[in-house]
C-alpha cells in the first residue's frame, strides 16, 4: 500500500483518507473529514509537499518528528556541503507546521499553524468528523520502520482495520491476539454456538485494508532476528579491526543497527541528517547508539553518496540488505562462513531484510480491500516477503 488501494485511500464507510494526500480523483467525492499516515516511506507520503496542502493529519508521534526532519538527497548533500546554512529551507514538509513568529518580544501567531496531530499507541481517542459522526480511533503498531502503525476505526454501526505496511513476525501476531482492542474482533480459536440470552462478547470489522504486498509470494523468509544473527556472526569471524559499511539507505534497518550495537558493544557513525532523526524518536537505545563522530568505531551508516573517509578507505566491508528465501539464505550463510574461516577475502555481506510480510489469515478476504467477519491471527505463521519499500 497504497499503490493500487481502493477508492484511492479513501475508507468507507467513513470520510477518511489514509496514505494519499493528492486530489480525489472522483470529481463528485466530498473533501476527506480526516487524514491518516501510517508512516514516512516515499510511497506514503505522495501529495504532502504541496504547499496547498491544509488538511488535518493524524500520525504518530515519531512518524510527525521524521516528516517534519525530512530532507531529500539533494537540500541535505547542499547543507553537508556548507553551501546552505538553513538546514530548515530544505525539509520538504516544513509547511506543514509554522510556528509563531516573535517580534519585538511580542508572539505573533497570524499565519502559524500545525496539521500534524499524534496520537499515542493503544489508546482509543473520541474524534468528531462532522456535527453528526464521530469515531473512536486507534494507533496500533505495524513492525514495519519507526512510527508505522495500524489504524483500527470505529463508528457506532462499522469497524474498518487498515494496517498500513506491516511485517507478521510470529511474536507480532502474538501482540496483536494479546491487544486489547483487537480480542473482541478476533475468531473464536474453536467454534461454538452461543450460550442462550448471553450478551455479544465479539465484534465484526467491516473491512479490513490490508498490505498485500507479498499475498502471491510463496518466498518463505527468515525472521528479523534469524537474519540480524547470522549477520553479526559472520561479521565476528572478520579481523577485530575491520571497517563495515551499513548500506542503511531507508527507515526499516534499523535492527540491523541495533543487533551490531549489541554484539561488538559500539555506537555506530551515521550522518547529520539520519542523526538529527533518530535523535528525535522515542526509542532510547536507538538515539543512544548514534554518534556523529566517525573516528571513534569502526561502524559506518552514514550517507552512501557520500561516506566518511573511514567508510569510504580500502578494506572496508560493506553490509547490503537483501530478501533471501530460507534455502538460498541457509545456503549463503554456509559458504560464506567457509571462506571466512579459511581466510579469503570477503568485501560485502548481506542481511536479509524485508519489511513486509503477511501470515495473517481471515475470513472471506483475499485482496487489499476485503470484507470480512472475524480476524484470525495464524499461531505458527510463515514469514513471506516482498522487496523493500522505499
Known sequence: MPPGTPYHGLIPPFPIRVDQFGAVPQLDAAPPALHLLSHTHSDHIVGLSAKSFASQIICSADAK???????????????DAELRAEVRVGRTFGHLKVPPVVRDGRVEYAGSRDLLKTLPLNTPTRIE???????????????????????????????????????????????MRRNPFLQRYLAPMFPAPATPGSAPLFKTLDTIYLDTACMLSDKEVPTKADGTRDLVELMALLPPT???????????YEEILRAVARAFHSQIHVDRYKHTVFSRLADPFLRSLVTL??????????????????????????????TMGKPKWAEYRAQTESRLRAAQPVTVLVNQRSDHALSIAYTNCSSSHSRATRLSLSSAPSSRSSGPSA
Open 293 to 322: 563522530d566517525a573516528s571513534q568505531t569502526r561502524f559506518h551508516a552514514c550517507e552512501r553518496f557520500n561516506r566518511c573517509s573511514y567508510a569510504d578507505a580500502e578494506g572496508v566491508v560493506y553490509i547490503n540488505p537483501v
Open 242 to 252: 575491520t571497517i563495515f559499511f551499513i548500506n542503511a539507505w531507508t527507515w526499516g
Open 65 to 79: 518528528e521524521m516528516l517534519l526532519k525530512h530532507e531529500v538527497y539533494g537540500a541535505r548533500a547542499l547543507v
Open 129 to 175: 468528523l462532522s456535527a453528526s459522526q464521530k469515531i473512536t480511533l486507534t494507533l496500533i503498531d505495524a513492525n514495519h520502520c519507526p512510527g508505522a502503525v495500524m489504524f483500527l476505526v470505529e463508528g457506532p454501526d462499522s469497524a474498518v482495520l487498515h494496517t498500513g505496511d506491516f511485517r507478521a513476525e510470529p511474536w507480532f501476531l502474538d501482540d
